[in-house]
């Protein structure tokens, strides 16, 4: 079954423990990303990759990083995660190409204490 | 600012009804305008994508219309069902300006549209 996969599901936290939030994609797609959703604020995204090792800033990206070693997978690391992060987060991913449908993970709701 | 406003923020109908969702954006320069649908604590899933060139486009008892001369569109849902309680948000791709083929989205806030029996 074609998918995006993230993990952990859910996850509390205390301030300044760095985390790993996995996201995987069997669609052999290139383009991958990260969006963080928010009340009131709608998805904003984190980070993206176009492809293996090519990543670039979203609208958010401070305090998150990003790596993309292999094309399945795309990791969104909080090196010292801080309340202000405690969000639903989701991973998305499609072909290279503006008008190719992007195809979303189930969540990771994440809470900073 | 590129910004995306949906109307109105929350919706409540009966099953059976049609109703419409409206979207305002300013995104440019313009790719495509998405329409997604998120139930609660999932992902969102594509209902429709249009190109400049498409002033309508259906899924099934969705259906999408664009202005782009406006830069409006709508969903339009007819004889809803109690499944069609969700988030609806629109998405407005542009053209990055640095890569190409980069999808920039802008993501509206959603309707909550909720559906009654």
């Known amino acids: 079954e074609a998918q995006v996969t993230q993990n952990p599901r859910y996850l509390i936290t205390v301030t300044g423990k760095k985390l790993t939030v996995t996201c995987s994609q069997n669609?052999?797609?290139?383009?991958m990303s990260w969006y963080r959703q928010d009340p009131g604020l709608g998805l904003r995204q984190i980070y993206y990759?176009?492809?293996?090792?090519?990543?670039d800033k979203g609208d958010v990206p401070e305090g998150y990083k990003v790596s993309r070693k292999e094309k399945r997978n795309f990791p969104l690391i909080l090196e010292s995660p801080s309340p202000n992060q405690t969000s639903l987060y989701f991973c998305?991913?499609?072909?290279?190409?503006?008008?190719?449908?992007?195809?979303f993970g189930p969540g990771t709701r994440l809470t900073v204490t | 600012k590129n910004q995306v406003e949906q109307s109105p923020q929350s919706l409540i109908i009966l099953e059976g009804k049609n109703c419409t969702l409206q979207?305002?954006?300013?995104?440019?320069?313009?790719?495509?305008l998405r329409w997604y649908k998120q139930d609660t604590g999932r992902g969102p899933v594509s209902l429709t994508i249009m190109t400049f060139s498409e002033n309508t486009k259906s899924n099934g008892r969705y259906t999408a219309t664009l202005d782009a001369d406006t830069k409006q569109s709508s969903l339009h849902i007819t004889a809803s069902q109690l499944s069609d309680s969700a988030s609806y948000i629109c998405v407005v791709s542009k053209f990055s300006k640095l890569i190409q083929g980069a999808q920039k989205l802008v993501f509206g806030q959603g309707t909550r549209l909720t559906i009654n029996p």
């Open positions: 979207c305002n954006y300013t995104v440019s320069p313009f790719s495509n």
């Open positions: 669609m052999n797609h290139e383009y």
């Open positions: 998305a991913s499609s072909f290279k190409g503006s008008s190719y449908e992007q195809y």
């Open positions: 990759s176009m492809n293996v090792e090519v990543t």
